[in-house]
């Protein structure tokens, strides 16, 4: 007799976990297959710290085929599924093209970057989720410290060194506290003109910084924030980006070369491409993560819109937190679902929350406990060894190694601006040099087109990448004052040329009009990568793994 065959799409957070739990209760009587564009899981909540020259970025992945020995890695992009054929079509790395049969399937491909109708944003602002994007931001940042040292008109000094950011949940939170630390770094090997000192903008639609977070917490991340020097501007976003700079909604234009985008994430197109019952763009499954009408098919993590059974009629946070423990779920009621076993639901309890804001400063609240300052910095990063799957001595070991030596100020430039668009379905890749982008057939890379004659706020609180305390385990129109601006420089953002204005950012935002909430919610753990919920980070429960 055969044994099932098992395809888990996506090895982000609820994937990743998902495959690892399924393996185990296996014990090599299922064949389980991981489909997945990258080799590695992405420890998304470390992410910023790529970004700010800490941790070198293979610090933050996991290999695949290193910690899921029972599980055979496909590396590939589904494009469309038959249900009714059972069967997973997928376009490898090559280009090359695929199909998977199954008798269990589990989505789990998490979300992609967040677009709003808000003119240039998607010609001039990069997302921030996934490694190319961190690696080019790191460069990106250095090169404008570089340029702005050996300019000699102080304007062009001035917006060269002045870096934006939007979105105030976690993700843009902590781009903009480490942007701040790495490039007051910076100006100390390339010295500014006097009196000039690099400035962080951090723009959001909500009344405060981290809205999803307790007050006292988002007290304490504003306070470290303001008192680095970042210019936190809550109420506020950007109204029209420009190769020069971006018009507010409060009507000032700031000359700037860096538009970081952390706004919010949406569910991979993939989920809403099935034809099944939708919520949000989130495919409707039950507590126990079953697909009602397809008991052969579960999904999890930011493709799943799952009840919250804490909170009747409502749905799970798009957040690492969830992901994490939804694909624990996951892998025990698949293989539940093998031999008639009784399936469990997915129940949560928030164990609390982390921020890291750089050096040794952090906002927390393990157990509902808050802490700031050195002890808040510690538990930070105790729980990230903790929750981390693998490569904790490594980590360690950069921390360690920052926190003596200078950091290295240097560009790679091995991911450049045209590479790593802010409109991708795959953030998780960069773009190809001949400008094509590999993609699934049949979903859309664009979530909402951005138009010349629209106008939209952006930002928004919420963020895709979690971080909950989790159980440790071993996402023109030009007014006068835009139109009197000296023409902009051409961009150089094509192929072989110097990276444009485009910068990364993006992360999940609640409070965007119009828009869907975010899923950077907090997440209790943060172990889980890419596509999977982003993250607050609760703190681990007895007997949980």
Same mark, same amino acid.
Not at 2 to 31: H, M, N
Not at 96 to 121: F, Q, W
Not at 143 to 148: D, F, I, K, P, T
């Given at each position: 007799?055969?044994?099932?065959?098992?395809?888990?799409?996506?090895?982000?957070?609820?994937?990743?976990?998902?495959?690892?739990?399924?393996?185990?209760?296996?014990?090599?009587?299922?064949?389980?297959?991981?489909?997945?564009?990258?080799?590695?899981?992405?420890?998304?909540?470390?992410?910023?710290?790529?970004?700010?020259?800490?941790?070198?970025?293979?610090?933050? #992945?996991?290999?695949?085929?290193?910690?899921?020995?029972?599980?055979?890695?496909?590396?590939?992009?589904?494009?469309?599924?038959?249900?009714?054929?059972?069967?997973?079509?997928?376009?490898?790395?090559?280009?090359?093209?695929?199909?998977?049969?199954?008798?269990?399937?589990?989505?789990?491909?998490?979300?992609?970057?967040?677009?709003?109708?808000?003119?240039?944003?998607?010609?001039?602002?990069?997302?921030?989720?996934?490694?190319?994007?961190?690696?080019?931001?790191?460069?990106?940042?250095?090169?404008?410290?570089?340029?702005?040292?050996?300019?000699?008109?102080?304007?062009?000094?001035?917006?060269?060194? #002045?870096?934006?950011?939007?979105?105030?949940?976690?993700?843009?939170?902590?781009?903009?506290?480490?942007?701040?630390?790495?490039?007051?770094?910076?100006?100390?090997?390339?010295?500014?003109?006097?009196?000039?000192?690099?400035?962080?903008?951090?723009?959001?639609?909500?009344?405060?910084?981290?809205?999803?977070?307790?007050?006292?917490?988002? #007290?304490?991340?504003?306070?470290?924030?303001?008192?680095?020097?970042?210019?936190?501007?809550?109420?506020?976003?950007?109204?029209?980006?420009?190769?020069?700079?971006?018009?507010?909604?409060?009507?000032?234009?700031?000359?700037?070369?860096?538009?970081?985008?952390?706004?919010?994430?949406?569910?991979?197109?993939?989920?809403?491409?099935?034809?099944?019952?939708m919520e949000r763009g989130r495919l409707l499954v039950e507590p126990t993560l079953r697909v009602p009408g397809r008991p052969e098919v579960f999904a999890c993590g930011d493709a799943a819109a799952v009840p919250d059974l804490e909170k009747p009629g409502a749905y799970t946070p798009m957040t690492a937190q969830h992901a994490w423990r939804q694909g624990k779920v996951a892998g025990h009621n698949v293989a539940a679902s093998l031999t008639g076993r009784e399936l469990r639901p997915y129940r949560h309890k928030d164990m609390g929350f982390v921020v890291d804001l750089g050096g040794v400063k952090a906002a927390a609240n393990p157990l509902g406990v808050p802490l700031s300052g050195l002890p808040a910095g510690a538990v930070t990063r105790g729980y990230h060894l903790a929750a981390m799957p693998g490569n904790r001595v490594r980590v360690a070991a950069d921390w360690l190694l920052d926190a003596v030596l200078p950091r290295q100020g240097v560009q790679l430039g091995l991911v450049r601006s045209w590479s790593v668009p802010l409109d991708t379905a795959s953030p998780e890749l960069a773009r190809m040099p001949d400008g094509r982008e590999r993609q699934r057939d049949a979903t859309s890379t664009a979530d909402v087109p951005a138009t010349t004659g629209q106008r939209a706020l952006g930002g928004g609180g919420g963020d895709d990448t979690s971080r909950t305390i989790t159980s440790p385990t071993p996402e023109p129109v030009k007014n006068e004052q835009v139109a009197n601006r000296p023409a902009p420089e051409p961009a150089k953002n094509q192929p072989g040329g110097e990276p444009a204005k485009n910068q990364p950012g993006a992360e999940p935002a609640k409070n965007q009009p119009g828009g869907e909430p975010a899923k950077n919610q907090p997440a209790e753990s943060r172990p889980g990568p890419g596509p999977a919920g982003d993250q607050p980070r609760p703190l681990p429960r007895e007997g949980e793994q």
């Open positions: 007799m055969s044994r099932p065959r098992i395809v888990i799409v996506g090895a982000g957070f609820a994937g990743y976990r998902t495959a690892r739990t399924l393996a185990r209760a296996a014990r090599g009587r299922a064949d389980i297959t991981l489909l997945n564009p990258t080799d590695y899981f992405l420890y998304l909540p470390l992410l910023p710290q790529v970004a700010a020259g800490i941790l070198e970025p293979r610090r933050v #992945t996991v290999s695949l085929t290193g910690t899921l020995p029972d599980v055979r890695l496909v590396l590939g992009e589904a494009g469309r599924i038959d249900l009714d054929g059972r069967t997973v079509h997928y376009t490898g790395p090559e280009g090359e093209a695929g199909t998977l049969g199954y008798d269990r399937l589990v989505l789990a491909a998490g979300s992609v970057n967040k677009l709003l109708p808000i003119p240039g944003v998607a010609e001039h602002a990069h997302g921030f989720r996934g490694l190319p994007e961190a690696l080019y931001l790191r460069d990106h940042v250095t090169r404008q410290v570089e340029l702005a040292s050996s300019a000699d008109d102080a304007a062009l000094c001035t917006a060269r060194c #002045t870096f934006v950011v939007v979105g105030a949940g976690y993700t843009g939170t902590e781009v903009a506290a480490h942007g701040q630390l790495f490039t007051d770094a910076l100006v100390r090997a390339h010295p500014l003109r006097k009196g000039m000192r690099p400035r962080w903008l951090l723009l959001d639609v909500a009344e405060r910084v981290l809205p999803e977070l307790d007050r006292r917490l988002s #007290t304490t991340a504003d306070r470290v924030l303001r008192e680095r020097g970042v210019d936190v501007r809550m109420g506020t976003s950007v109204k029209e980006a420009t190769p020069d700079g971006v018009l507010l909604t409060d009507g000032e234009f700031v000359d700037t070369r860096t538009l970081v985008w952390c706004v919010g994430v949406r569910p991979d197109p993939l989920a809403e491409s099935l034809g099944l019952p």
